[in-house]
Nanobody, 123 residues
Framework: VQLQASGGGLVQVGGSLRLSCTAS????????LGWFRQAPGREREFVAA????????DYAPAVKGRFTVSRENGKNTVHLQMNELNPEDTAVYYC?????????????????WGQGTLVTVSS
């Protein structure tokens, strides 16, 4: 399993960014894909996840209502649309994958991790 994330960068408070992750999976539809993040001096934390059909999602309380996770089966790609960004969103964002539900991903560390992409929100 290989995960390649892109789309990070510098944005001002209140701005938006869209992260993308392309997954190389033996059977794409079996996996839940998601995002974790790690801010400076803090532990990695769950951000959002989406099931194979795209019908079921889960979000961390800190991002619910501002971030949207989606996936494109035909392109083996998952996106994270981030709106209303604030300095607390500054972190390295990681694309992740595993075979359990998005709700489980919020409490069980996923098995597969891509390289991180840095998001910096300036005030």
């Amino acid at each position: 399993v290989q995960l390649q994330a892109s789309g990070g960068g510098l944005v001002q408070v209140g701005g938006s960014l869209r992260l993308s992750c392309t997954a190389s999976l033996s059977t794409f539809g079996r996996y839940t894909l998601g995002w974790f993040r790690q801010a400076p001096g803090r532990e990695r934390e769950f951000v959002a996840a989406v099931t194979l059909s795209g019908a079921s999602t889960d979000y961390a309380p800190a991002v619910k209502g501002r971030f949207t996770v989606s996936r494109e089966n035909g392109k083996n790609t998952v996106h994270l649309q981030m709106n209303e960004l604030n300095p607390e969103d500054t972190a390295v964002y990681y694309c992740v994958a595993d075979t359990y539900t998005p709700q489980a991903m919020s409490v069980i560390p996923p098995s597969y991790w891509g390289q991180g992409t840095l998001v910096t929100v300036s005030s």
